[in-house]
Protein backbone atom coordinates (compact mmCIF):
# COMPACT_ATOMS: atom_id res chain seq x y z
CA UNK A 1 0.00 0.00 0.00
CA UNK A 2 0.88 3.37 -0.39
CA UNK A 3 1.82 4.44 2.96
CA UNK A 4 3.28 8.18 2.44
CA UNK A 5 3.69 11.00 -0.19
CA UNK A 6 6.08 13.55 0.01
CA UNK A 7 5.58 16.43 -2.78
CA UNK A 8 7.73 19.63 -2.74
CA UNK A 9 7.60 22.77 -5.02
CA UNK A 10 5.39 20.51 -7.73
CA UNK A 11 3.16 23.31 -9.88
CA UNK A 12 1.07 25.05 -6.97
CA UNK A 13 1.89 22.68 -4.21
CA UNK A 14 5.37 24.37 -1.81
CA UNK A 15 5.34 21.87 0.72
CA UNK A 16 3.49 18.74 1.57
CA UNK A 17 3.12 15.49 3.23
CA UNK A 18 0.59 12.88 3.43
CA UNK A 19 0.08 9.60 5.65
CA UNK A 20 -1.80 7.26 3.74
CA UNK A 21 -3.64 3.96 5.82
CA UNK A 22 -5.47 1.21 4.36
CA UNK A 23 -8.62 0.83 3.16
CA UNK A 24 -10.87 3.50 1.68
CA UNK A 25 -9.48 7.38 1.66
CA UNK A 26 -11.28 10.00 -0.27
CA UNK A 27 -10.30 13.31 -1.39
CA UNK A 28 -12.09 15.92 -1.75
CA UNK A 29 -12.26 19.95 -2.32
CA UNK A 30 -13.59 22.82 -4.73
CA UNK A 31 -12.96 22.67 -8.00
CA UNK A 32 -9.62 23.94 -8.66
CA UNK A 33 -8.03 22.91 -5.42
CA UNK A 34 -5.22 20.93 -6.77
CA UNK A 35 -6.70 17.69 -7.01
CA UNK A 36 -5.31 16.51 -10.02
CA UNK A 37 -1.93 18.19 -9.34
CA UNK A 38 -1.39 15.56 -6.28
CA UNK A 39 -2.35 12.59 -8.90
CA UNK A 40 0.30 14.35 -11.48
CA UNK A 41 3.09 14.44 -8.97
CA UNK A 42 1.73 10.57 -7.89
CA UNK A 43 1.84 10.14 -11.54
CA UNK A 44 5.36 11.25 -11.26
CA UNK A 45 6.48 9.26 -8.72
CA UNK A 46 5.05 5.99 -10.52
CA UNK A 47 7.34 7.13 -13.87
CA UNK A 48 5.01 9.19 -15.96
CA UNK A 49 6.95 11.26 -18.24
CA UNK A 50 8.46 14.54 -16.39
CA UNK A 51 7.77 18.08 -17.50
CA UNK A 52 9.62 20.93 -16.57
CA UNK A 53 5.77 22.76 -16.08
CA UNK A 54 5.27 20.87 -13.42
CA UNK A 55 7.85 22.44 -11.21
CA UNK A 56 6.33 25.28 -9.22
CA UNK A 57 6.78 28.85 -10.80
CA UNK A 58 10.52 30.14 -9.12
CA UNK A 59 11.68 26.74 -7.91
CA UNK A 60 15.01 25.04 -9.60
CA UNK A 61 13.36 21.78 -9.36
CA UNK A 62 10.33 19.61 -8.01
CA UNK A 63 10.23 16.53 -6.01
CA UNK A 64 8.38 13.90 -5.06
CA UNK A 65 8.56 10.90 -2.78
CA UNK A 66 6.07 7.82 -2.66
CA UNK A 67 6.87 5.20 0.32
CA UNK A 68 4.95 2.00 0.01
CA UNK A 69 4.54 -0.96 2.19
CA UNK A 70 4.60 -4.19 0.43
CA UNK A 71 5.03 -7.82 1.14
CA UNK A 72 8.33 -9.47 0.68
CA UNK A 73 7.14 -11.70 -1.95
CA UNK A 74 5.50 -8.81 -4.19
CA UNK A 75 5.91 -8.21 -7.94
CA UNK A 76 7.54 -5.02 -7.32
CA UNK A 77 10.56 -6.56 -4.96
CA UNK A 78 11.51 -9.03 -7.59
CA UNK A 79 11.37 -6.35 -10.00
CA UNK A 80 14.10 -4.62 -7.86
CA UNK A 81 16.14 -7.83 -7.41
CA UNK A 82 15.87 -8.66 -10.99
CA UNK A 83 17.97 -5.18 -11.62
CA UNK A 84 20.28 -5.39 -8.63
CA UNK A 85 18.45 -3.21 -6.29
CA UNK A 86 17.89 -3.29 -2.16
CA UNK A 87 14.70 -4.32 -2.03
CA UNK A 88 15.29 -3.94 2.12
CA UNK A 89 12.42 -2.56 3.95
CA UNK A 90 9.76 -0.37 2.34
CA UNK A 91 10.27 0.37 -0.95
CA UNK A 92 10.84 4.11 -1.81
CA UNK A 93 10.49 6.12 -5.05
CA UNK A 94 11.91 9.67 -5.52
CA UNK A 95 11.68 11.57 -8.48
CA UNK A 96 13.28 14.66 -8.71
CA UNK A 97 11.69 17.15 -11.74
CA UNK A 98 14.53 20.41 -13.00
CA UNK A 99 12.79 23.38 -13.93
CA UNK A 100 14.93 22.79 -17.50
CA UNK A 101 13.51 19.64 -18.09
CA UNK A 102 15.96 16.85 -16.90
CA UNK A 103 14.62 14.17 -14.54
CA UNK A 104 16.38 11.87 -12.64
CA UNK A 105 14.74 8.97 -10.61
CA UNK A 106 15.96 6.95 -7.59
CA UNK A 107 14.38 4.04 -5.72
CA UNK A 108 15.21 2.99 -2.39
CA UNK A 109 17.89 5.57 -2.75
CA UNK A 110 19.39 4.09 -5.71
CA UNK A 111 19.84 5.82 -9.35
CA UNK A 112 17.81 3.83 -11.77
CA UNK A 113 15.80 4.22 -15.38
CA UNK A 114 12.56 5.80 -15.29
CA UNK A 115 11.57 2.66 -17.62
CA UNK A 116 12.14 0.48 -14.53
CA UNK A 117 10.60 3.37 -12.36
CA UNK A 118 7.48 2.92 -14.48
CA UNK A 119 7.46 -0.94 -14.42
CA UNK A 120 7.79 -0.93 -10.26
CA UNK A 121 4.71 1.66 -10.18
CA UNK A 122 3.08 -0.04 -12.48
CA UNK A 123 3.29 -2.90 -10.06
CA UNK A 124 2.36 -0.67 -7.03
CA UNK A 125 -0.54 1.65 -8.34
CA UNK A 126 -3.39 1.92 -10.87
CA UNK A 127 -4.92 5.67 -11.27
CA UNK A 128 -8.35 5.13 -12.69
CA UNK A 129 -10.94 7.50 -14.31
CA UNK A 130 -13.39 8.60 -16.65
CA UNK A 131 -10.78 8.77 -19.53
CA UNK A 132 -8.24 7.15 -18.23
CA UNK A 133 -8.12 3.29 -19.93
CA UNK A 134 -4.58 1.77 -19.41
CA UNK A 135 -6.68 -1.32 -17.64
CA UNK A 136 -8.22 -1.84 -20.42
CA UNK A 137 -6.88 -0.88 -23.72
CA UNK A 138 -4.31 -3.67 -24.05
CA UNK A 139 -6.18 -7.62 -24.81
CA UNK A 140 -3.35 -8.22 -22.97
CA UNK A 141 -4.41 -7.08 -19.61
CA UNK A 142 -7.61 -8.57 -20.10
CA UNK A 143 -6.25 -12.02 -20.37
CA UNK A 144 -4.24 -11.64 -17.17
CA UNK A 145 -7.05 -10.37 -14.97
CA UNK A 146 -9.18 -13.29 -16.49
CA UNK A 147 -6.46 -15.72 -15.23
CA UNK A 148 -5.87 -13.86 -12.00
CA UNK A 149 -10.44 -14.05 -11.62
CA UNK A 150 -10.28 -18.00 -12.01
CA UNK A 151 -7.48 -18.95 -10.24
CA UNK A 152 -5.08 -20.45 -12.73
CA UNK A 153 -2.27 -18.56 -12.89
CA UNK A 154 0.04 -21.27 -12.56
CA UNK A 155 -1.83 -22.98 -15.44
CA UNK A 156 -0.73 -20.19 -17.42
CA UNK A 157 2.85 -19.91 -16.22
CA UNK A 158 2.93 -24.04 -17.35
CA UNK A 159 1.92 -22.82 -20.78
CA UNK A 160 4.65 -20.21 -20.88
CA UNK A 161 7.21 -23.25 -19.55
CA UNK A 162 5.61 -25.86 -22.31
CA UNK A 163 6.16 -22.72 -25.02
CA UNK A 164 9.61 -21.99 -24.01
CA UNK A 165 10.75 -25.53 -23.76
CA UNK A 166 8.86 -26.32 -27.40
CA UNK A 167 10.66 -23.19 -28.90
CA UNK A 168 14.15 -24.39 -27.56
CA UNK A 169 13.38 -27.98 -28.82
CA UNK A 170 11.98 -26.13 -32.39
CA UNK A 171 15.52 -24.04 -32.25
CA UNK A 172 17.71 -27.27 -31.38
CA UNK A 173 16.19 -29.36 -34.10
CA UNK A 174 16.45 -25.85 -36.68
CA UNK A 175 20.24 -25.26 -35.74
CA UNK A 176 21.17 -28.86 -35.66
CA UNK A 177 18.96 -29.55 -39.39
CA UNK A 178 20.60 -26.52 -40.86
CA UNK A 179 24.40 -27.96 -40.06
CA UNK A 180 23.53 -31.63 -41.21
CA UNK A 181 22.47 -30.16 -44.78
CA UNK A 182 25.80 -27.95 -45.14
CA UNK A 183 27.51 -30.64 -44.19
CA UNK A 184 26.46 -32.78 -46.04
CA UNK A 185 26.89 -30.19 -48.91
CA UNK A 186 30.54 -30.19 -47.97
CA UNK A 187 31.05 -33.91 -47.36
CA UNK A 188 33.57 -34.92 -50.06
CA UNK A 189 35.08 -31.60 -49.91
CA UNK A 190 35.46 -32.60 -46.00
CA UNK A 191 36.34 -36.12 -46.80
CA UNK A 192 39.36 -35.46 -49.68
CA UNK A 193 40.22 -32.54 -46.97
CA UNK A 194 40.75 -34.89 -43.85
CA UNK A 195 42.74 -37.63 -46.34
CA UNK A 196 45.13 -34.84 -47.57
CA UNK A 197 46.01 -33.52 -43.74
CA UNK A 198 45.97 -36.99 -42.21
CA UNK A 199 48.51 -37.74 -44.82
CA UNK A 200 50.26 -35.00 -44.44
CA UNK A 201 50.25 -35.56 -39.90
CA UNK A 202 50.90 -31.77 -39.66
CA UNK A 203 52.33 -31.28 -35.83
CA UNK A 204 51.95 -27.72 -33.93
CA UNK A 205 55.51 -26.00 -34.19
CA UNK A 206 56.57 -28.43 -37.10
CA UNK A 207 57.11 -25.08 -39.10
CA UNK A 208 59.18 -23.45 -37.13
CA UNK A 209 61.55 -26.56 -36.40
CA UNK A 210 61.53 -27.29 -40.30
CA UNK A 211 62.82 -23.71 -40.84
CA UNK A 212 65.21 -23.61 -38.83
CA UNK A 213 66.83 -27.26 -39.69
CA UNK A 214 66.82 -25.88 -43.36
CA UNK A 215 68.69 -22.51 -42.65
CA UNK A 216 71.28 -24.32 -40.66
CA UNK A 217 71.87 -26.59 -43.22
CA UNK A 218 72.16 -23.88 -45.97
CA UNK A 219 74.38 -22.32 -43.67
CA UNK A 220 76.67 -25.24 -43.09
CA UNK A 221 76.51 -25.44 -47.03
CA UNK A 222 77.98 -22.08 -47.62
CA UNK A 223 80.45 -22.63 -45.04
CA UNK A 224 81.64 -26.48 -46.08
CA UNK A 225 82.25 -24.70 -49.82
CA UNK A 226 84.86 -21.98 -48.03
CA UNK A 227 86.63 -24.88 -45.47
CA UNK A 228 87.01 -27.14 -48.60
CA UNK A 229 88.39 -24.44 -50.69
CA UNK A 230 91.34 -23.47 -47.75
CA UNK A 231 91.46 -27.23 -47.79
CA UNK A 232 93.08 -27.28 -51.61
CA UNK A 233 95.03 -24.49 -50.87
CA UNK A 234 96.92 -26.26 -48.12
CA UNK A 235 97.06 -30.13 -49.19
CA UNK A 236 95.70 -29.84 -53.18
CA UNK A 237 97.74 -30.03 -56.09
CA UNK A 238 98.42 -26.27 -56.11
CA UNK A 239 99.82 -26.45 -52.14
CA UNK A 240 103.01 -24.69 -51.62
CA UNK A 241 103.32 -26.95 -48.40
CA UNK A 242 105.60 -28.92 -50.27
CA UNK A 243 107.71 -26.71 -51.80
CA UNK A 244 108.29 -24.89 -48.68
CA UNK A 245 109.28 -28.20 -46.76
CA UNK A 246 112.08 -29.27 -49.67
CA UNK A 247 113.48 -25.59 -49.66
CA UNK A 248 113.58 -26.12 -45.53
CA UNK A 249 115.73 -29.29 -46.17
CA UNK A 250 118.24 -27.67 -48.77
CA UNK A 251 118.67 -24.75 -46.78
CA UNK A 252 119.13 -27.19 -43.42
CA UNK A 253 121.70 -29.36 -45.73
CA UNK A 254 124.02 -26.21 -46.18
CA UNK A 255 123.61 -24.30 -43.23
CA UNK A 256 126.95 -25.70 -41.87
CA UNK A 257 128.34 -24.45 -44.49
CA UNK A 258 127.63 -20.44 -43.43
CA UNK A 259 127.16 -20.96 -39.89
CA UNK A 260 124.85 -18.42 -38.18
CA UNK A 261 123.64 -17.19 -41.73
CA UNK A 262 120.80 -19.25 -42.23
CA UNK A 263 119.53 -20.24 -38.68
CA UNK A 264 116.71 -17.39 -38.65
CA UNK A 265 115.25 -18.60 -41.64
CA UNK A 266 115.16 -22.14 -40.84
CA UNK A 267 113.71 -21.67 -37.81
CA UNK A 268 111.18 -19.36 -39.50
CA UNK A 269 110.03 -21.49 -41.69
CA UNK A 270 110.26 -24.73 -39.52
CA UNK A 271 107.89 -22.97 -37.12
CA UNK A 272 105.40 -21.34 -40.47
CA UNK A 273 105.57 -25.34 -41.82
CA UNK A 274 104.13 -26.35 -38.62
CA UNK A 275 101.20 -23.63 -38.32
CA UNK A 276 99.93 -24.54 -41.85
CA UNK A 277 100.29 -28.46 -40.37
CA UNK A 278 98.25 -27.44 -37.59
CA UNK A 279 95.94 -25.08 -39.87
CA UNK A 280 95.67 -27.95 -42.14
CA UNK A 281 94.08 -30.68 -39.61
CA UNK A 282 92.01 -28.32 -38.32
CA UNK A 283 90.82 -27.38 -41.69
CA UNK A 284 89.93 -31.07 -41.77
CA UNK A 285 88.57 -31.17 -38.65
CA UNK A 286 85.97 -28.23 -39.21
CA UNK A 287 85.32 -29.88 -42.88
CA UNK A 288 84.26 -33.06 -41.39
CA UNK A 289 81.84 -31.21 -38.82
CA UNK A 290 80.81 -28.85 -41.51
CA UNK A 291 79.45 -32.57 -43.43
CA UNK A 292 75.48 -32.73 -44.14
CA UNK A 293 73.25 -34.88 -46.49
CA UNK A 294 72.02 -32.68 -49.16
CA UNK A 295 68.81 -35.26 -49.04
CA UNK A 296 68.30 -34.27 -45.75
CA UNK A 297 68.37 -31.08 -46.93
CA UNK A 298 65.93 -31.98 -49.79
CA UNK A 299 63.71 -33.10 -47.32
CA UNK A 300 63.30 -30.75 -45.24
CA UNK A 301 62.35 -28.34 -48.10
CA UNK A 302 59.75 -30.40 -49.63
CA UNK A 303 58.15 -31.37 -46.00
CA UNK A 304 58.15 -27.22 -45.06
CA UNK A 305 57.01 -26.04 -48.94
CA UNK A 306 54.40 -29.12 -48.57
CA UNK A 307 52.79 -27.85 -45.22
CA UNK A 308 52.93 -24.22 -46.48
CA UNK A 309 51.17 -24.91 -49.87
CA UNK A 310 48.02 -27.08 -47.32
CA UNK A 311 48.20 -23.88 -45.07
CA UNK A 312 47.63 -21.62 -48.33
CA UNK A 313 44.95 -23.59 -49.54
CA UNK A 314 42.74 -23.48 -46.13
CA UNK A 315 43.58 -19.99 -45.70
CA UNK A 316 45.74 -20.60 -41.66
CA UNK A 317 48.58 -20.64 -40.18
CA UNK A 318 50.44 -24.23 -40.90
CA UNK A 319 50.32 -23.87 -36.88
CA UNK A 320 46.24 -24.68 -37.06
CA UNK A 321 46.61 -27.46 -39.74
CA UNK A 322 45.88 -29.63 -37.27
CA UNK A 323 43.26 -28.65 -35.59
CA UNK A 324 41.63 -27.98 -38.98
CA UNK A 325 41.99 -31.71 -39.36
CA UNK A 326 40.46 -32.40 -35.84
CA UNK A 327 37.47 -30.00 -36.56
CA UNK A 328 36.72 -31.49 -40.12
CA UNK A 329 36.66 -34.64 -38.58
CA UNK A 330 34.73 -33.87 -36.17
CA UNK A 331 32.16 -32.03 -39.13
CA UNK A 332 32.10 -35.76 -40.68
CA UNK A 333 31.57 -37.69 -37.20
CA UNK A 334 28.29 -34.83 -37.27
CA UNK A 335 27.21 -35.57 -40.36
CA UNK A 336 27.81 -39.72 -40.05
CA UNK A 337 25.79 -39.32 -37.03
CA UNK A 338 23.48 -35.89 -37.65
CA UNK A 339 20.47 -38.33 -39.18
CA UNK A 340 19.98 -40.24 -36.46
CA UNK A 341 20.66 -37.09 -33.67
CA UNK A 342 17.83 -35.03 -36.26
CA UNK A 343 15.61 -37.78 -35.67
CA UNK A 344 15.75 -37.76 -31.93
CA UNK A 345 15.72 -34.01 -32.66
CA UNK A 346 12.31 -33.95 -34.16
CA UNK A 347 10.82 -36.05 -31.93
CA UNK A 348 11.67 -34.43 -29.19
CA UNK A 349 10.56 -31.25 -30.47
CA UNK A 350 7.59 -32.97 -31.21
CA UNK A 351 6.76 -34.30 -27.88
CA UNK A 352 7.26 -30.30 -26.71
CA UNK A 353 4.48 -28.98 -28.95
CA UNK A 354 1.77 -31.75 -28.11
CA UNK A 355 2.80 -31.03 -24.04
CA UNK A 356 2.49 -27.58 -25.48
CA UNK A 357 -0.52 -28.35 -26.89
CA UNK A 358 -2.18 -30.12 -23.99
CA UNK A 359 -1.47 -27.76 -21.36
CA UNK A 360 -2.72 -24.50 -23.84
CA UNK A 361 -6.35 -26.46 -24.93
CA UNK A 362 -6.38 -27.23 -20.67
CA UNK A 363 -5.81 -23.53 -19.85
CA UNK A 364 -8.03 -22.67 -22.66
CA UNK A 365 -11.06 -24.63 -21.05
CA UNK A 366 -10.29 -23.12 -17.63
CA UNK A 367 -10.80 -19.48 -19.50
CA UNK A 368 -14.02 -20.41 -20.64
CA UNK A 369 -15.52 -21.33 -17.32
CA UNK A 370 -13.98 -18.61 -15.85
CA UNK A 371 -14.58 -16.12 -18.30
CA UNK A 372 -18.34 -17.05 -17.58
CA UNK A 373 -17.87 -17.00 -13.73
CA UNK A 374 -16.55 -13.00 -14.70
CA UNK A 375 -19.19 -11.86 -16.92
CA UNK A 376 -21.87 -13.31 -14.20
CA UNK A 377 -20.11 -11.25 -11.77
CA UNK A 378 -20.21 -8.43 -13.40
CA UNK A 379 -22.94 -8.38 -14.57
CA UNK A 380 -23.79 -8.23 -10.97
CA UNK A 381 -22.66 -4.97 -9.65
CA UNK A 382 -24.25 -3.19 -13.44
CA UNK A 383 -27.85 -2.76 -12.59
CA UNK A 384 -27.01 -0.99 -9.40
CA UNK A 385 -24.56 1.55 -10.85
CA UNK A 386 -27.50 2.11 -13.19
CA UNK A 387 -26.06 -0.30 -16.19
CA UNK A 388 -29.05 -2.79 -15.88
CA UNK A 389 -29.46 -2.43 -19.37
CA UNK A 390 -26.32 -3.32 -20.23
CA UNK A 391 -24.21 -6.50 -21.08
CA UNK A 392 -20.57 -7.30 -20.09
CA UNK A 393 -18.90 -10.14 -22.13
CA UNK A 394 -15.39 -12.08 -22.34
CA UNK A 395 -15.02 -12.38 -25.64
CA UNK A 396 -12.74 -15.52 -26.04
CA UNK A 397 -11.12 -16.40 -29.96
CA UNK A 398 -9.31 -19.74 -29.81
CA UNK A 399 -6.95 -20.65 -32.05
CA UNK A 400 -4.90 -24.37 -32.13
CA UNK A 401 -2.33 -23.44 -34.12
CA UNK A 402 -1.98 -19.74 -32.96
CA UNK A 403 0.65 -21.02 -30.23
CA UNK A 404 1.94 -17.95 -27.92
CA UNK A 405 3.83 -18.15 -24.92
CA UNK A 406 0.74 -16.86 -23.01
CA UNK A 407 -1.79 -19.60 -24.98
CA UNK A 408 -3.69 -20.71 -27.87
CA UNK A 409 -6.80 -17.33 -26.81
CA UNK A 410 -7.22 -14.15 -27.77
CA UNK A 411 -9.46 -12.96 -24.93
CA UNK A 412 -10.77 -9.36 -24.93
CA UNK A 413 -13.45 -7.23 -22.62
CA UNK A 414 -16.65 -6.39 -24.58
CA UNK A 415 -19.92 -4.54 -23.74
CA UNK A 416 -23.23 -4.44 -25.17
CA UNK A 417 -24.60 -1.15 -23.28
CA UNK A 418 -28.46 -1.61 -25.24
CA UNK A 419 -30.18 -4.44 -26.30
CA UNK A 420 -30.50 -4.86 -29.69
CA UNK A 421 -27.25 -3.22 -30.37
CA UNK A 422 -23.33 -4.45 -31.32
CA UNK A 423 -21.45 -5.68 -28.93
CA UNK A 424 -17.75 -4.70 -29.30
CA UNK A 425 -14.67 -3.97 -27.50
CA UNK A 426 -15.20 -1.78 -23.83
CA UNK A 427 -13.04 0.79 -25.03
CA UNK A 428 -14.69 1.62 -28.66
CA UNK A 429 -18.48 0.87 -27.00
CA UNK A 430 -18.56 2.42 -23.84
CA UNK A 431 -18.66 6.64 -22.69
CA UNK A 432 -16.64 7.79 -20.36
CA UNK A 433 -18.92 7.91 -17.58
CA UNK A 434 -20.20 4.49 -18.58
CA UNK A 435 -16.50 3.39 -18.88
CA UNK A 436 -15.60 4.15 -15.26
CA UNK A 437 -18.70 2.41 -14.32
CA UNK A 438 -17.60 -0.70 -15.80
CA UNK A 439 -14.01 -1.02 -14.89
CA UNK A 440 -15.34 -0.33 -10.84
CA UNK A 441 -17.79 -3.10 -11.51
CA UNK A 442 -14.74 -5.45 -13.40
CA UNK A 443 -12.64 -4.35 -10.19
CA UNK A 444 -15.08 -5.02 -7.78
CA UNK A 445 -15.17 -8.64 -9.19
CA UNK A 446 -12.05 -9.36 -9.50
CA UNK A 447 -11.48 -8.07 -5.61
CA UNK A 448 -8.07 -8.41 -4.78
CA UNK A 449 -7.01 -10.84 -7.63
CA UNK A 450 -5.00 -9.29 -10.38
CA UNK A 451 -4.83 -6.17 -8.96
CA UNK A 452 -2.21 -3.35 -7.55
CA UNK A 453 -2.25 -3.20 -4.02
CA UNK A 454 -3.31 0.45 -4.24
CA UNK A 455 -5.87 1.82 -6.32
CA UNK A 456 -6.43 5.36 -7.34
CA UNK A 457 -10.06 6.31 -9.23
CA UNK A 458 -10.28 9.95 -10.12
CA UNK A 459 -13.29 11.42 -10.47
CA UNK A 460 -14.93 8.08 -11.25
CA UNK A 461 -18.34 9.36 -10.32
CA UNK A 462 -18.86 12.40 -12.01
CA UNK A 463 -22.53 13.27 -14.29
CA UNK A 464 -24.09 10.50 -11.74
CA UNK A 465 -25.41 10.88 -8.42
CA UNK A 466 -28.09 9.85 -5.79
CA UNK A 467 -28.07 6.36 -5.77
CA UNK A 468 -25.72 5.78 -8.74
CA UNK A 469 -23.08 7.85 -6.51
CA UNK A 470 -24.60 5.62 -3.67
CA UNK A 471 -23.72 2.40 -5.17
CA UNK A 472 -20.18 3.45 -6.44
CA UNK A 473 -19.52 4.21 -2.74
CA UNK A 474 -20.53 0.93 -1.49
CA UNK A 475 -18.15 -0.64 -4.19
CA UNK A 476 -15.54 1.43 -3.63
CA UNK A 477 -15.60 0.64 0.37
CA UNK A 478 -15.98 -3.47 -0.58
CA UNK A 479 -12.83 -3.17 -2.95
CA UNK A 480 -11.24 -1.23 0.12
CA UNK A 481 -11.75 -4.07 2.28
CA UNK A 482 -9.38 -6.44 0.49
CA UNK A 483 -6.89 -3.43 -1.10
CA UNK A 484 -6.11 0.36 -0.68
CA UNK A 485 -8.16 2.30 -2.57
CA UNK A 486 -7.63 6.47 -3.18
CA UNK A 487 -10.70 8.04 -4.51
CA UNK A 488 -11.01 11.75 -5.73
CA UNK A 489 -14.32 12.15 -5.57
CA UNK A 490 -17.29 15.02 -5.31
CA UNK A 491 -19.81 12.95 -4.62
CA UNK A 492 -20.58 13.40 -0.51
CA UNK A 493 -22.26 9.70 -0.57
CA UNK A 494 -18.68 8.69 -1.71
CA UNK A 495 -16.80 10.47 0.90
CA UNK A 496 -19.36 9.68 3.67
CA UNK A 497 -18.06 5.79 3.32
CA UNK A 498 -14.51 6.54 3.56
CA UNK A 499 -12.34 5.35 6.30
CA UNK A 500 -10.19 8.57 5.74
CA UNK A 501 -10.94 11.68 4.69
CA UNK A 502 -8.74 14.07 3.02
CA UNK A 503 -9.44 17.67 1.69
CA UNK A 504 -7.52 19.64 -0.94
CA UNK A 505 -7.72 23.52 -0.78
CA UNK A 506 -5.84 26.37 -2.12
CA UNK A 507 -4.57 29.23 -0.53
CA UNK A 508 -2.67 32.52 -0.30
CA UNK A 509 -3.29 36.10 -2.33
CA UNK A 510 -2.94 37.15 -5.56
CA UNK A 511 0.59 37.06 -5.27
CA UNK A 512 1.43 33.55 -4.33
CA UNK A 513 -0.98 30.41 -3.88
CA UNK A 514 -0.51 27.03 -2.46
CA UNK A 515 -2.10 23.94 -2.49
CA UNK A 516 -2.86 21.92 0.65
CA UNK A 517 -4.20 18.89 2.06
CA UNK A 518 -5.24 18.13 5.44
CA UNK A 519 -7.11 14.99 6.90
CA UNK A 520 -10.73 15.77 8.26
CA UNK A 521 -11.61 14.71 12.01
CA UNK A 522 -15.36 14.26 12.58
CA UNK A 523 -16.55 17.60 12.41
CA UNK A 524 -14.91 18.88 9.69
CA UNK A 525 -15.69 15.96 7.89
CA UNK A 526 -19.36 16.82 8.16
CA UNK A 527 -18.56 20.28 7.13
CA UNK A 528 -17.10 19.24 3.63
CA UNK A 529 -19.73 16.53 3.26
CA UNK A 530 -22.09 19.21 4.00
CA UNK A 531 -20.69 21.94 1.39
CA UNK A 532 -20.56 19.14 -0.90
CA UNK A 533 -23.99 18.70 -0.76
CA UNK A 534 -25.32 22.05 -0.69
CA UNK A 535 -22.76 24.23 -2.63
CA UNK A 536 -21.16 27.64 -1.67
CA UNK A 537 -23.94 27.94 1.14
CA UNK A 538 -23.82 25.07 3.85
CA UNK A 539 -27.56 25.04 5.25
CA UNK A 540 -28.58 23.54 8.19
CA UNK A 541 -30.46 20.86 6.08
CA UNK A 542 -27.22 20.38 4.25
CA UNK A 543 -24.99 19.59 7.39
CA UNK A 544 -27.92 17.26 8.67
CA UNK A 545 -27.76 15.37 5.75
CA UNK A 546 -24.09 15.11 5.68
CA UNK A 547 -24.40 14.04 9.71
CA UNK A 548 -27.13 11.29 8.53
CA UNK A 549 -24.64 10.30 5.81
CA UNK A 550 -22.05 9.59 8.09
CA UNK A 551 -23.90 8.01 10.84
CA UNK A 552 -25.51 5.81 8.53
CA UNK A 553 -22.21 4.77 7.01
CA UNK A 554 -20.94 4.00 10.35
CA UNK A 555 -17.50 6.08 10.16
CA UNK A 556 -15.69 6.90 12.86
CA UNK A 557 -12.63 9.31 13.05
Same mark, same amino acid.
Given at each position: ??????????????????????????????????????????????????????????????????????????????????????????????????????????????????????????????????????????????????????????????????? !? %???? =???? +??????? $?? *? @?? #?? /???????????????????????????????????????????????????????????????????????????????? !? %???? =???? +??????? $?? *? @?? #?? /????????????????????????????????????????????????????????????????????????????????????? =???????????????????????????????????????????????????????????????????????????????????????????????????????????????????????????????????????????????????????????????????????????????????????
Amino acid at each position: MLAHLSIRDIVLIERLDIDFSTGLSVLTGETGAGKSILLDALSLALGARGDASLVRNGAGQGNVIAIFDVPQNHPARELLRENGLDDDGDLILRRSQSADGRSRVFVNDQPTSVTLLRQIGRALVEIHGQHDDRALVDAAAHRDLLDAFGGHVGAAQSVARAW !R %TWRA =AEQA +LVSHRAK $VE *A @AA #RE /ADYLRASVEELSRLEPQPGEETELAERRAAMMHAEKIASDISDAQDVLSGPNSSVPQLASLLRRLQRKAEAAPGLLDEII !R %TLDE =ALIS +LDATQEA $VD *A @AL #RA /AEFDPKALEDAEERLFALRAVARKHSVAVDDLAALRDAMAADLADLDAGEERLAGLEKDALAARIAYDEAAAHLSELRKGAAEAL =ARSVMKELPALKLERAEFLVEITSEADDRTEAGIDQIEFWVRTNPGTRAGPIMKVASGGELSRFLLALKVALADRGSAPTLVFDEIDTGVGGAVADAIGQRLARLASHIQVLSVTHAPQVAARAGTHYLISKSGGADKVATGVAALGRPDRQEEIARMLAGATITEEARAAAERLLRENAVVS
